[in-house]
């Protein structure tokens, strides 16, 4: 996924792109727009010209191939003009370099919009790692090369990936047509990676002009409920004027010629809409649209056909868009590079869809859905091995024919960004034919990067995907403008977006943080979208579990659940945008949902119309969380900078509703004439209120007067219960008016405006003073007397409530108080909730009491915050093993930190912490300490215990874990997936599989297939760092069906460079032999510093040989 493209590189593999020198890139494009190159050739008009100047590096000055550029001039050692690299003629181009700057050189070649090329590169490689090696293209309007004819949107590469690199000439081949406005590319020819490549006789030959007609429609596929089609064309001539021509156009069943319809369009110089039944195509049936430009005397000049189906929406994709699992809506969290080991904990995150594995064989797809469904979750499958569509058709057949009934299976990926990947729509459109023929139920799902393919792909898709990464390059608001065009793209199918979760330097050097996550999450929803991903789980050696991000990703779960109500079962009734924001309107369960965004860094207020008068909204997330009433029909935020807010605004006449439903009830609780009486003149209350919030003109002044004389008739009503009700319908007549009163309060109180504000920022513990500030504003008319303000504590704090007389508040004046008080003990939550109650009377209604509740959800964080790295230790023998503690002062005055050991195992184990030390106020520190585990330690997990304690308080207990393994081996029962999700974490796998047809313990094995024609047949662990001179043993299970051959285990050992062979230790497995234990004992030379695990099988074997469960350790010298 690339997401943000305006001038980054791009870089595919299997599963993704790889590092590329971001910086490096600055200096070089300033360098190619500042060069001055040979004038390309004047543009061709002649099929089969080709465009390149000196394709064959035959033509140089000065030891340079003109008119070609080299990154860094030609000067630069990595890049030459060799007869080395000749496949033909006299010289060819080498680029070797051991850096991963990937080096390029590159040629202006002047192009025309719409023309059709075919280009041809030779190269030859050698040690190439990385990407692979390939070609980039870079588009300019006109024929200037200039940074104010940048097009960077249509920014395309094609790659032969480093492991399809053959050490032979190869030729990568394709054919493009150029996008709208393109008059020059850059055309490069590049090693993404290191190593060495040679190139030699490239063309660029022009196979087809610039088209006459220009023929769209607004679907290739029409879903079976599509009552209207359109066929679009516009009109270009290179000679006559267009005016003098005239176009007809025609739709009809290939397999019959039936012509359903046709238009005749009379002048040429206008471009023509064509409008058609698509009710009448025979579903999954290849209609032909044909578009023919003729001159005034009728001569064809040119025709152009397309192909249009009709086909049935996917069973799982609900008309509006929303996937539909097992009968039930289904919101998609997905996340991309996912291990098959990460599965179990996805959801903690909200996590319920993953990026399945990219792969050719079918065994491993089963066993990677099966994974999958044993956690629950649902995975979106890749086709696009090696970046293929039309090449993986077979494959593609093969895998949604069986996979098709998998319970895990939720999309079929067809291509990933696949304008950026130089596929073409007649693919992907075969691709989505093929599939949806087989599978009626699932749909398709493709990203695409770039803004200007976004319709195109669309109509080759059921579900649309952008991934728009702006961080650090770009605004934040480009997500909200990327997904807005992508919506308006898709012609009525569903858009997704992907979002930016990972490190990765040097493209991606910063981590987001979740403020910045949720602000583009929040955009995306705000335009619509039904669907999110997370890109990425794993990225190289970064891990998001292991971030500061993922936690913020946890807590923003409980956003995403909303979301998921919303998308899947809330309407959305209204949205709209600012200049540096956006804002959504749903309503769910007769509850309003406020959302707004602030993609600025500054301060902004927001006026959001809810179409109801009056409310209670309630601050959901986004900041500490509080309450408001208000009479307008509309909402002002206030937002802060990069702030995203959900509130639930609950309308007043729905509280009265709710009111007047429980009086109905209530009413036949008493067949006494008062109590019937009075409920029937409360009732008459209440639907005034209601009368006076809806119609034309809604009157809220008259509304709350109204709402205070229910009160008074409700207060009448619980003196009347009091005083003559009995048993249990006594107790339910006073339940019921106080919930009448809680619903009408907040509407007779609404002239009472109050804030609430923990001073400060967060609670904190530890006896530390915490202060609420209280405000109230009177916007009545009259007076408020007999106020008071009441604080209601948590339970966990353990504090009595305390209350404040506030002397009578005029119209318009205001009061302000104070609460502070101290929490003793620590504190589980992140959050807790500070109520104040608020009672008062108006000066013209004496004698009935007004009680309305506020409320704040504040943070709680301790008075200072520690961690411990690693979390847990790991160790493979007795020794010292040392830690590290960082500790963060919440507070600004100085702390002092005293760190003691509460307890440890009975196994010996010690821990050793430093003195005490002052923290300065509102700082962090990183403190040593270390433990000891004796010789004797065996395997197992051990416990201690750090007690952190401040000005002499406990604040925490902090466990530290050591995990002994004398297993030196880090995966040794290959359960654990390397990042592809394709193999096994930590070992080299060449030709073996990752299997599960035999395993000795666990889930996961390794065998080798019989290969008579490779000499090595072997898998080997990553390097693992030894003692000199300590004799180490390889232990671990063989099960051998051959008959015949050598198949071995064994230990390498290893210079301290990582790649100098010292020698080989062997030890043979029985042939034909079951499950068996096998020990290899060796004592390294004393230059060795690393060992590696060797499992072979030679060329004279005729069957499979399994591995599982090694070990790799020290033993005692004898």
Known sequence: ???????????????????????????????????????????????????????????????????????????????????????????????????????????????????????????????????????????????????????????????????????????????????????????????????????????????????????????????????????????????????????????????????????????????????????????????????????????????????????????????????????????????????????????????????????????????????????????????????????????????????????????????????????????????????????????????????????????????????VYTIPYAPVSLVGERTALAKQAAGGKPVWNVLQAMYNPPNWPILPTIGELRNAAYQSMLNGLQGIAYYAINENTFQLRNSELWLGMVDFREELELFDRLATEGSLIDQGETEDGRWAVWEHEHILYVAAVNTSEENRQMTIPLGITGYRAQLLHGDSRSVMNGQSDELNVDLGPMQALMYRVTPYRDMISEALGIVTEASALSTDAQWTSRMNQLEAKLNAIRNNLDGVAPDPDAAVRSAIHSLKKVDQLSDWAEQNGSGAAKQEMLTALARIRENAGPLAASYAQSELHVEGGPLIGQEEWNELSFSLHNEAESSLQNVRATLEFPVPFALEPMTRLISPLGSGQAAAETFGFRIAEPLSQKSYRLKVVIGFEYSDYPGVPISVETFIDSPYMDLLDAATEPEKIKANKGGVYPFTMRLESNVSKNVQVELESASASASGMTVQLPAPFLLPGNQQTTVSGTVYLPMSVTDGVYEAAIRVKADGKVVRSMPLRVHVDKNVLSNPGFEQANVQGTGPAGWLMRKGAWVQDAVYGGVYAVSLLPDAANAWNVINSDLLAIDSGVKHVLKGWVKNGSSAGNVSIGLRQVRENGSSTIGYTWKAIVPGSEWTYYELEVTPASTAKYLQVYLMSDTEVNGTAWFDDLYVGEIAND
């Open 1 to 467: 996924m690339n997401g943000f493209d305006s001038w980054r590189p791009d870089w595919r593999s299997i599963f993704a792109k790889k590092p590329i020198a971001m910086l490096l890139l600055f200096a070089l494009l300033l360098q190619l727009l500042m060069l001055t190159a040979a004038a390309p050739r004047a543009a061709a008009y002649t099929i089969g010209d080709d465009m390149l100047q000196n394709g064959s590096f035959e033509q140089s000055s000065e030891g340079k191939p003109l008119p070609w550029l080299a990154m860094g001039g030609w000067n630069n050692p990595d890049i030459s003009l060799t007869p080395a690299a000749a496949r033909s003629g006299t010289g060819g181009v080498r680029i070797e370099t051991n850096q991963a700057t990937n080096p390029w050189i590159a040629q202006d070649v002047l192009i025309e919009p719409g023309a059709v090329y075919d280009v041809s590169v030779w190269l030859k490689s050698s040690g190439v790692t990385g990407s692979g090696i390939g070609v980039k293209f870079e588009y300019f309007k006109g024929q200037t090369r200039a940074p104010a004819n940048r097009l960077s949107q249509y920014d395309m590469t094609k790659n032969i990936l480093a492991r399809d690199l053959t050490g032979d000439w190869q030729n990568l081949r394709f054919q493009f047509t150029v996008p709208p406005e393109a008059g020059l590319v850059l055309f490069y020819l590049r090693m993404y990676g290191a190593g060495t490549v040679h190139f030699d006789d490239v063309s660029f030959v022009l196979t087809k002009q610039r088209p006459m007609i220009d023929v769209t429609t607004d679907q290739i596929f029409y879903y079976s409920d599509a009552e209207e089609g359109k066929i679009e064309a516009a009109f270009y001539s290179p000679d006559v004027p267009l005016d003098q021509l005239h176009a007809e156009a025609s739709l009809s069943r290939q397999s019959t010629g039936v012509v359903l319809a046709t238009y005749a369009h009379a002048n040429a110089a206008q471009p023509m809409s064509f409008p058609f039944d698509p009710t009448l195509m025979v579903k999954e049936e290849p209609y032909r649209v044909e578009v023919r430009l003729l001159n005034e005397s009728s001569t064809v000049l040119e025709t152009v056909t397309k192909s249009v189906y009709r086909f049935d929406r996917p069973t799982m994709l609900r008309e509006d868009g929303t996937v539909m699992v097992d009968g039930e809506p289904f919101f998609p969290v997905a996340a991309y590079h996912v291990r098959p080991t990460d599965y179990p904990y996805l959801d903690e995150a909200g996590i319920n869809t993953v990026q399945g594995i990219v792969t050719n064989n079918a065994d491993a797809l089963q066993s990677a859905l099966d994974a999958a469904e044993q956690s629950g979750l649902k995975v979106m499958v890749p086709l696009y091995y090696n970046m293929m569509v039309k090449e993986n058709a077979s494959l593609t057949e093969q895998f949604v024919t069986r996979f098709k009934t998998h319970p895990a299976v939720l999309a079929w990926m067809v291509m990933d960004e696949p304008f950026s990947n130089g596929k073409t729509l007649d693919e992907l459109a075969d691709a989505y034919r093929l599939i949806r023929s087989i599978d009626k139920a699932h749909p398709t799902y493709m990203v695409e990067a770039l803004p200007p393919y976004y319709a195109t792909t669309a109509k080759a898709t059921d579900i649309l995907v952008t991934d």
